[in-house]
Structure formats: C-alpha cells, structure tokens
C-alpha cells in the first residue's frame, strides 16, 4: 500500500475522519453541484452525478442537502461558481503529489497549496509534471479481517473489478472509473460494505522515504488535507509502519 493510502486508513481508524465531517459534506456539495452544472441534474444521464450522490448517501447527508446541491449546479438556485483544478509537484525526498481541489478562487486556492509545499520541503510544479506517474481508477479499501477474503475476491471478479490487491490488514478492489459505481454496487448487493472507495490516482512506482524526509512530507500531506479547498491527495511514498505510526501518534 503506498504511504498515503496507508496514512489515510491510520487517520480513519483514528477517528480523524469524523472531526473532518463538516468539511467532507462542504466537498461532496461541491462536487455534486459540479458534476450537475456539467452534465445535467438527472443521474440516470449522467454517471459522474450518480458516483457524486453514492458518496453523499455513504456519509448519510440529508437528501435535502443532495438536491440543493443539484439545482445549484443546474442553475435553478443561485450559489457560489466552483471550478476543479489540480496542483503537481513533489514532495521531500522527490515523492510524488498530486493536489485535487474545487474553488471559488484559485489565486487564493494555489498561494494556499504553494505555501505548504514550501513550509515542507516541497515544491509545486507545472501541470504534468508528475501525473504521467499515476492511474485513475476506482478504488474500495476493505479490511481484511472483517470480510471472508475469498468470497470478496469471487464477487469482484463476478463484479468485473480490475484487480483485488493485499496489503497487510487491508484488501483493495481496484476498478476502471467507468466500471466505479457498477462493482460497488454489485459488491454491496453482496453485503461487501467497503471502508473506503473512491476514485483515485493510483502510483504506478513508489518511493521509500525514512526519517526526516518521512516526517517532513507526513506532515506535507496531513496539512495539505486540511485546506478547506482540497478534496484529496494522492502520493506515491512509501513509509515504514514505525515512521507511519509514530507520526499518527504525534
């Protein structure tokens, strides 16, 4: 498991994502309105509004919040304009990082991510820089020793899934973002609940960092997380469990 996939299910199993509950909701918003304004307001027709709703239902956000979501996005409420935009660069130790965000502002947006980076050792790149270094793909993250392991292995390979890959306590079905919302769903039909799942930037390499530069781009990452603009992060650094666990700790 790459170190940010593995600092996430840390902070998860933490609690973190709880305290992060407000702004998880303010994201999901976002995104719903986003995908609406793009593609329409009926997620019949349009797949990405569909996934945008699934993740709003597995965080239990009132179906009042749903819709005006949606009808902001259409126009039919007024609100906010946001747009995506995504930041590359590289972290300590030449880790990868990839910065996903919506914004009403991205002058106030990028000086934000810029400032991080350079207060951890890091330096923000031109779009493309690393991005060529990861996948997209659907990704639902189970624990291992909740699910009967062979039987979540057969559904997703009915499910037609990409791949089940095992990582210590952790199993990963790994999707084409088309085929996303299809296998969760048929995994779910199942009773396969998923911890986590989301589309993300999948490392097609990793790079091993170690003490100061472990610690330096931990805490790239986690401050990163916290902006309120920024959906997600996606790195491709790996961490020994001591490191991770001493920086969960701290």
Partial sequence: MSGHSKWATIKR?????????????????REISIAAGIGGGDPDANPRLRL????????????????????????ELGGDNFEEVR??????????????????????????????????AGNLGATGCVAFMFERLGVLEFDRAAVDADGLMEAAIEANAKDVVEDGDTLTVQTTPADFAAVKEALEAKSFTAASAKLAMVPSSTVKLAGSHAEQMLKLYEELDELEDVVEVFANFEVSDEDMLAAASS
């Fill in 13 to 29: 199993k933490k609690g973190a994502a709880d305290a992060k509950r407000g702004k998880i909701f303010t994201q999901i918003i």
């Fill in 52 to 75: 945008a709703m699934l993740k709003a239902r597995g965080v239990n956000m009132p179906k009042d919040n749903i819709e005006r979501a949606i009808k902001k996005g259409t126009g």
């Fill in 87 to 120: 930041y590359e660069g590289y972290g300590p130790g030449g880790a990868a990082v990839i910065v996903d965000a919506t914004t009403d502002n991205r002058h106030r947006t990028g000086a934000e991510i810029r400032n991080v980076f350079a207060r951890h």
